[in-house]
């Protein structure tokens, strides 16, 4: 059975162009696909069409007004547009309840739009991050209520999405992808889409539920290890050592197939996978009897981080004469990693809530997120310059080490801020020759682990 069209430009529908989704569009309407987004959020798709771009990826911007304007990218709210491609691929939002549950609302949603406008030979991959099972017992059941019989009228696989915000693009043209299908049909069709429309390298899976794992075990690994790092910076600071250092010689023998490969410390673990992934491979595993001991230690050991970089933050201002209740820390990045603009489930939330909590003035920076929700979220109105920030300030709490931030220029700044100033490095792993730069400046200065 063959799912793919036989014209030059294969057609693919986008179902959700959210952050995931819009990159996957771009990507495709620049190779050899014809593209339309298809979203329900009708703001978000006006914007689209505007050449409006919401999300703050390098190059993203570029590559949709691209596909907008050669006509190879259009978006819409109206799902008949499904009907017309070839080849679905479903980005919806996998939210988790409070106990790790998956919230299947939004693909339930997608799917019941989908059902009744499915036509032969067409196919579908999901790539929104799920538990195992969840294709094969809760997508393909919906898919089939149009009537169709997946296998023999259309296909169906799952392509797990994999890449990091702020390389999303460049990642998307070089990093394997992952099928798993329904049958082999749609297993063949979806490496074949994936081949032709990226050029990169396929990993076919024997089965959908393979394919399911792989993205939730990447998350699991990644949470874990960033656990390890942040539990070692914490060992390393009572000897008085570098956890940098630890970690760099360390890393330098091999292990199976790679190397030791200790993640970085920092203030916490944020956005949308890493904090929700393991949960949801955590209740799956629970709901068949199975404890998976390390996921609950890898998230207990990051969500601590806050409140453990708030603590090092007032026990430093306290050894400098300060008191921490009547401190003004400037806090600059408040995004949930370096260079991107995504506040969801950012680390910096509890650490400005618990920095306030003490009666600290917090000031914050960050010049890639939104003010407007800054403000909402937060709590306090960013300020739109660095200096404005950081003036009067007992303490530079470096929490995301955005580009603008690498090249600050602290000899200036030291005519800003109050004598003694702390230097909180929460995620900017200074070398030694700035940490002593700053000193030599009259900083202090603090690491995590450091």
Partial sequence: MRFLGDGDRVKVALVGVGYIGSCVAATLAEGQAEVVGVDTDETLVAELAAGRCRFNEHGLAEALGRGLSSGRLRVTTDFDAVAWADVLVVTVGTPITGDGELDESQLQAACQQIAPRLRRGQLVILKSTVPPGTVRSFLVPILEQGGLKCGEDFGVAFSPERISEGKALAELRSLPIVVGGWCADSAAATQAFWSRMLGVPV????????????????NW???????????????????????????????????????????????????????????????SARERGIALRTIETARAANEGMPDYSVRLITDELTKLGKDPSTARIAVLGLAYKNDTSDLRMTPTLPAVRA????????????????????????????????????????????????????????????????????????RAYYPRQTIQELRELGFAYRGIGR
């Fill in 355 to 426: 920095l306030r909590a003490l009666g600290a003035e917090v000031r914050a920076h960050d010049p890639l997120a939104d003010p407007d929700e800054v403000e909402r979220m937060f709590g306090l109105r960013p300020y739109a310059s660095l200096e404005e920030a950081v003036e009067g300030a007992d303490c530079l709490a470096v929490l995301a080490l955005h580009r603008p931030f690498e090249s600050i220029d602290f000899a200036r700044l030291r005519g800003l801020v109050n004598p003694a100033c702390l230097v909180f490095d929460g």
């Fill in 203 to 218: 990993i076919p899976l024997e089965s959908l539920e393979a394919a399911e794992i792989v993205k939730l075990a990447d």
């Fill in 221 to 283: 690994w990644i949470d874990l290890n960033i656990a390890m790092g942040n539990e070692l910076a914490r060992y390393c600071s009572v000897f008085g050592v570098d956890v940098l250092d630890v970690i760099a010689a360390a890393n330098s023998i091999p292990k199976g197939a790679g190397m030791v490969n200790i993640l970085m410390p920092s203030v916490g673990v944020g956005g949308s996978c890493l904090t929700k992934d393991p949960w949801m491979m955590w209740r």
